[in-house]
């Protein structure tokens, strides 16, 4: 049986990461993507075999037909694309400079859009494909000091709506993961300086505690793999029950 090929954007760390490691153990050949190229070589070694890096910052949205067009050339094609790179910022809406609340957005909603065009245009051809996006409880509920952050996470569930209607007729499906707050980098930034905060995020998950990477990965494993063929323009929190939590 021919490998499936996945690309997982910001592979090198925190979710994607586990994301990365997750498809890797199920013999999917991964491409991590991001900019720091030593971070990525450091996540490939760690994930062993079926794994390869590509150095590029996705806001460069001109080099995006040709890192895909790159990928397809050596690989022929590709069965999933994780939309998983993204970076947040916590500062008072009041505060929040235009060029800040453009950056969030060209990294965590347009890029996610060029890419998903570029990938798309092969799996058409194909009939089949699993685009995943990595969305946010931001998306959910009004968390306070994180308004480009959330509009980005927002407008990225509207998105996947949208673009699942437009691809189902060509076989690829297109599915959103919201994560609650997950142990990485991220949330360490988020939450370590806050103890408040950090106590409003735990009492309101019933499961007490942070989500592990790998819950994401679990959930993303199922959403490119056949077990989900007949889900598309879904989006699943993997948050503890912080969504339903009171
Ligand atoms: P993380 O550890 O900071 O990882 C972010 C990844 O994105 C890194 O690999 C980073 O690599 C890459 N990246 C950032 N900007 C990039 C760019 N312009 N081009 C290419 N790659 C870029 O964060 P994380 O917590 O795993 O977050 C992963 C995703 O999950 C994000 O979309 C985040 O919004 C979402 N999420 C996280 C949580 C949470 O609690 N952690 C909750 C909900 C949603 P480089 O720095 O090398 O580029």
Avoid: W
């Amino acid at each position: 049986m021919e490998k499936k090929i996945a690309i997982i954007t910001g592979g090198s760390s925190g979710i994607g990461f586990a994301i990365a490691k997750k498809f890797s153990e199920q013999n999917i050949h991964t491409i991590i993507v991001g900019r720091d190229s030593k971070k990525l070589e450091d996540a490939a070694t760690q994930i062993g075999s079926n794994c390869e890096t590509i150095a590029c910052d996705v806001t460069n949205l001109k080099g995006i037909p040709e890192l895909i067009n790159g990928v397809i050339s050596k690989h022929r094609h590709i069965d999933v694309l994780v939309n998983n790179a993204g970076i947040n910022l916590k500062k008072s809406a009041l505060e929040v400079t235009d060029q800040e609340f453009q950056q969030i957005l060209l990294t965590n909603l347009t890029s996610v859009f060029a890419m998903t065009r570029e990938v798309a245009k092969n799996m058409v051809a194909r009939k089949s494909g699993s685009i995943i996006n990595i969305s946010s409880m931001a998306a959910h509920y009004g968390l306070p000091g994180v308004v480009p952050y959330s509009a980005s996470k927002t407008a990225i569930e509207g998105m996947t709506r949208t673009l699942a209607v437009e691809l189902s007729p060509s076989g690829i499906r297109v599915n959103c993961i919201a994560p609650g707050f997950i142990a990485t980098n991220m949330s360490a930034t988020a939450l370590n300086g806050d103890p408040e905060r950090k106590q409003k995020v735990l009492s309101r998950t019933p499961m007490g505690r942070l989500g592990d990477p790998q819950d994401v990965a679990n959930a993303a494993y199922f959403l490119a793999s056949d077990e989900s063929t007949f889900m598309t323009g879904t989006v699943i929190p993997v948050d503890g029950g912080n969504s339903i939590g009171f």
